[in-house]
C-alpha cells in the first residue's frame, strides 16, 4: 500500500511541477495548447493526490502499524471514526489534506472559469506554486508514507482529540484556510496577466466567501469542543493557533466588505490585492504555526524540521505580493475618490482599518513571545488582558460600526437623513443601557457597551428589513432581490449573538474553586452545589471517576457529574459536565480533580455562564446567513455574462 | 507489492496522455496562440463595468430612497449626476460598438 501512496506523491509533485513551469512559460510566450496542458496537470493533481489520501485513510481504517504515521496516531482499540479522523490529526497527513483540498479547489475553480483564458493561464501557475510547496514537502520531508517493521500496537490518540467535534473542526478549518489560495491565485494571476479589471472577483467572489465560512464555523466548532471537551471552562484562550485561525479570517471580512467598494465605486484595487495578500498569508502562517511547533499550543505538532521550509516558502509569498503589487500599481490606481467621510463606503473603510488591525494586533501577540525567544533568549508569553484591551478597543467601534453602516446611503448622505434614519436604533440603543444599568449591569463596562451596542446594531438590521420589505412588498422578495446585502444582514445579527454571548459567559461570569469533601457546599450565583461522594467507572480504553453533585437554585434541581478518565495508552483527560440553563440562555459548567485519595475530596471548580448558549446560536445563524449570501442570483449572472459577452460568462463559482 | 506499482504505473500513464491531450487532439493548428484581450476589448470591458456599475448606483439610490435611507433633497442632489454618467457611458459604449462593427462588419471581438 504505502508505495503506491508514494508513488501518487510523487506524480502529484510531478503534475503540479508541470503546471507551475509549463503554465508559466505558456502565460509568458502565448502558447495556448501549453497553457492547455499545464491546466490539464492542475486538474490531474487532484484525482492523483486523492488516491494518495485514499491509501492514507485504508491504512488508518485497517490500523496498519506498518505505516509509521499510523502508529504513531492510532491505536487497535481506538474507534474506526477516530482513527480515520487521524489523517488530520498528525502532521504528514495534515500536509496531505492541505493538498488534496488545494488540488480539488484549484481543479474546480479554473474548471469553472476556463473560458476567461487570459486570467486562468496566469492563475494556473499560481495554484502550481502553492501546490508544489506541499507536494515537495509531503515527497522529500514529512512524508505519511514512512514504513517500518510491524509494531503490534500503536501509540493512540490524545484523549481530547476523541472527540465527534474534532471529526469536523480541522477539516472544516482546511477548507477555510486553502480556500483563501483561490481568491490569492486569481489576484496574482489577474497581477501577471494585467486584467486587472473585476474579472478575478466576479471568478472569485463565492470562493473567498466559502472559505470564509468555512474558517468561521471551524473556530466555533473549535470553540465548542475546546469548552466541552477540554475543561478549562472557557471556549477561547487566546491560544496561539486558535489566534492563527482568526487572523486570516478578520483579513478575510475586510476583504469581503472592501471588494464591494471596488464593485459599487471601482475604487480601493491596490486595498484589495493587500488584503487577499495578507488573508493567504496568514492562512500560510496558521499552517505555519500548527505544523512547526514554534510555539506552544495545544494544538501544536512537536517541533519539526518543516519549520524552516515553511517559513521560507511564506517569505517567498510574501515577497511576491509585494512585488507583482507594486509592478502593477499603475493599473491598479484609479480616478474615483471618496465622496464624503459620512457614507457607506466611508464606513466599509473604518470597518476595514479596525479588522485589519485586530487582525495586526493579534499577529503581533502570536510573534512577541518567538521574537523575544529568538532575539533575547527567553520566552515571554503575551497574556489575555494584551488581547482582551484590543478586542474591546477594536472590537466594540467595529460592533457599532456594524450598525452604523447599513444606515448609510451609499456615496454621501446627510445629516438630515442620518438623523431621520438613526432616531430608532439610538433610542433602543439608549433605552437597553439605561435599563441594564439600572440592573447592575455597569459592573462591567465592556459588557455593557456590548450589550448596549448590540441592541443598536440589532435595531438597525431589525429596521432595514421593515422598509425594505415594504419597498420590495415581501421579504422573501426582499431577500431574493438583493441576497448579498440581505445574507450579509443576517451575518451581523449572527455577529450580535456572538458578542452578546461572549459578553455575557465572559464580563458577568461567576467563578468558584473549593475543596470539597463528601456532604459538603459551595454556591455560585444563587446555586448550591453539594458533593455527595465518589464513582469510578471503567471503559474499554480507561478507567476514572465522577464527582456526584446536587445542585440546587433559581428553582430548579439537577445534578452534575464532573471527573476525570486515565486512558491506558494516552493519559488523563478532564471531563467537565455541563448543565444547559434555559432560563439564562446559559451553562453551569463544572470540573473536578481529586484533591485526596483517602477522603475523597475533591477540588472543584464552578463557572455560572450566562447567554454562553448564544455564541452556538450564533454558529446556525451565520451559516444561513452565508448560504443566503451565496445562493447564485440568476438575474446577477445575466448581467455578468453580457458583460464578459460572447461565451466568457463566468461559470458557477 | 507489484499490484500497487502497477497502479501507480496506469496512475501516470493516464495523467501523461491526459496531460498531452492539447498537443494529441490538435497536433498541427492553424495557430497556437493564447487569446488575448485587444486594448479596445479593454476599454470595452471597463466601459462594461463602469456602465454595470453606474446603474446599480441608480438602482441601490432609489431602493434607499424609497425606504427613506435617501431624503428627497439628497435623492434629487444624487440622481442627476448618476444619470449623466450611465448616459455618457451607454454612449461611449454604442460609440465603441459602431466603430467595431464597421472596422469588422461580420464578427464581434471577444471579449474574456
Known amino acids: ?653 | 507489492m507489484d499490484w500497487a506499482l502497477a497502479v501507480g504505473a496506469m496512475l501516470a500513464v493516464v495523467a501523461v496522455v491526459f496531460v498531452a491531450r492539447p498537443f494529441l487532439r490538435d497536433p498541427s493548428p492553424a495557430s497556437d496562440r493564447l487569446d488575448e484581450l485587444a486594448p479596445e476589448a479593454r476599454q470595452r470591458l471597463a466601459l462594461a463595468e463602469e456602465r454595470d456599475r453606474a446603474l446599480a448606483a441608480l438602482k441601490e439610490l432609489e431602493f434607499d430612497h424609497r425606504t427613506g435611507k435617501v431624503s428627497d433633497e439628497d435623492y434629487r442632489a444624487q440622481v442627476g449626476p448618476l444619470r449623466r454618467r450611465a448616459a455618457e457611458v451607454l454612449r461611449a459604449l454604442e460609440a465603441g460598438e459602431q466603430t467595431r462593427h464597421e472596422r469588422v462588419p461580420d464578427s464581434g471581438q471577444r471579449v474574456q
Open chain 1, 1 to 653: 500500500m504505502a508505495p503506491l501512496g508514494r508513488a501518487a506523491l510523487l506524480l502529484a509533485f510531478g503534475l503540479v511541477l508541470y503546471a507551475l513551469v509549463a503554465g508559466s512559460y505558456a502565460a509568458w510566450k502565448r502558447r495556448r495548447r501549453l497553457a492547455l496542458s499545464a491546466q490539464n496537470a492542475l486538474l490531474a493533481a487532484f484525482p492523483v493526490t486523492l488516491v494518495a489520501a485514499t491509501v492514507l485513510l485504508v491504512g488508518l481504517g485497517r490500523r496498519d502499524m506498518s505505516f509509521v504515521y499510523v502508529w504513531q496516531h492510532t491505536s487497535h482499540k481506538l474507534p474506526l471514526g477516530y482513527a480515520l479522523s487521524a489523517f488530520w490529526g498528525g502532521q504528514e497527513g495534515s500536509l496531505l489534506l492541505w493538498l488534496l483540498v488545494l488540488t480539488g479547489y484549484a481543479g474546480l475553480a479554473v474548471w469553472l472559469n476556463r473560458r476567461s483564458r487570459e486570467l486562468v493561464a496566469w492563475t494556473v501557475p499560481v495554484f502550481g506554486l502553492v501546490g508544489v510547496f506541499f507536494a515537495f514537502m509531503l515527497c522529500f520531508v514529512s512524508s505519511p508514507f514512512n514504513v517500518q517493521p510491524l509494531r503490534p500496537d500503536g501509540n493512540g490518540m490524545v484523549p481530547s482529540l476523541q472527540n465527534p467535534y474534532m471529526l469536523a473542526h480541522p477539516p472544516l478549518l482546511y477548507l477555510g484556510y486553502v480556500g483563501l489560495t483561490v481568491p490569492f491565485a486569481f489576484a496574482m494571476g489577474a497581477l501577471l496577466s494585467g486584467r486587472t479589471d473585476e474579472r478575478w472577483i466576479v471568478a472569485t467572489r463565492r470562493w473567498t466567501l466559502a472559505a470564509w465560512t468555512f474558517l468561521g464555523v471551524g473556530q466555533l466548532i473549535g470553540a465548542h469542543w475546546a469548552y466541552v471537551e477540554i475543561g478549562w471552562g472557557g471556549y477561547y484562550a487566546w491560544d496561539p493557533v486558535e489566534n492563527a485561525a482568526l487572523m486570516p479570517w478578520l483579513a478575510a471580512t475586510a476583504f469581503l466588505h472592501s471588494v464591494m467598494i471596488q464593485e459599487k465605486r471601482g475604487m480601493l484595487k491596490v486595498w484589495n490585492m493587500i488584503l487577499v495578500a495578507l488573508a493567504f498569508n496568514l492562512s500560510l502562517f496558521g499552517t505555519f504555526l500548527t505544523r512547526s511547533g514554534v510555539v506552544d499550543s495545544i494544538h501544536s505538532f512537536s517541533r519539526s524540521p518543516i519549520g524552516g521550509w515553511f517559513l521560507a516558502f511564506l517569505a517567498l509569498m510574501i515577497v511576491l505580493s509585494v512585488v507583482l503589487i507594486r509592478w502593477r500599481l499603475p493599473l491598479l490606481r484609479t480616478k474615483t475618490k471618496l465622496e464624503s467621510l459620512v457614507s457607506r463606503e466611508a464606513t466599509f473603510l473604518y470597518n476595514n482599518l479596525l479588522l485589519v488591525a485586530l487582525s495586526l494586533t493579534i499577529l503581533w501577540g502570536v510573534l512577541y513571545p518567538i521574537l523575544s525567544e529568538a532575539v533575547r533568549g527567553e520566552s515571554r508569553s503575551v497574556s489575555k488582558p494584551y488581547y482582551n484591551f484590543f478586542l474591546h478597543t477594536f472590537g466594540l467601534p467595529l460592533l457599532l460600526l456594524m450598525g452604523l453602516g447599513p444606515l448609510v446611503a451609499w456615496r454621501r448622505a446627510s445629516l438630515r437623513s442620518l438623523g431621520k434614519t438613526f432616531v430608532i436604533p439610538f433610542a433602543v440603543a439608549v433605552a437597553t443601557g439605561v435599563v441594564l444599568l439600572a440592573l447592575g449591569f455597569g459592573s462591567s463596562w465592556p459588557g455593557l457597551l456590548t450589550y448596549t451596542f448590540s441592541a443598536f446594531v440589532f435595531a438597525s438590521i431589525v429596521l432595514e428589513f421593515v422598509r425594505g420589505r415594504a419597498a420590495a412588498g415581501g421579504v422573501v422578495r426582499l431577500i431574493a432581490r438583493n441576497r448579498r446585502r440581505y445574507g450579509g444582514y443576517i451575518v451581523h445579527a449572527a455577529v450580535v449573538l456572538l458578542a452578546i454571548g461572549v459578553a455575557g459567559s465572559s464580563a458577568y461570569q461567576t467563578e468558584r474553586e473549593r475543596v470539597l469533601r463528601p456532604g459538603q457546599s459551595v454556591e455560585a450565583a444563587g446555586y448550591t452545589f453539594t458533593y455527595a461522594g465518589l464513582k469510578g467507572l471503567k471503559g474499554s480504553n480507561y478507567t476514572g471517576f465522577r464527582a456526584l453533585l446536587a445542585v440546587s437554585g433559581h428553582g430548579e434541581r439537577f445534578q452534575l457529574r464532573p471527573g476525570q478518565n486515565n486512558y491506558f495508552i494516552e493519559g488523563p483527560s478532564n471531563e467537565a459536565s455541563i448543565y444547559h440553563d434555559p432560563r439564562s440562555i446559559g451553562d453551569v459548567f463544572t470540573k473536578a480533580a481529586l484533591a485526596g485519595k483517602r477522603t475523597s475530596s475533591i477540588d472543584l471548580q464552578v463557572f455560572v455562564k450566562p447567554l454562553v448558549n448564544l455564541i452556538w446560536v450564533a454558529g446556525f445563524v451565520f451559516v444561513a446567513g452565508a448560504l443566503i449570501a451565496m445562493w447564485p442570483d440568476a438575474v446577477e449572472q445575466r448581467r455578468l455574462a453580457a458583460r464578459y459577452a460572447a461565451g466568457a460568462a463566468p461559470a458557477g463559482i
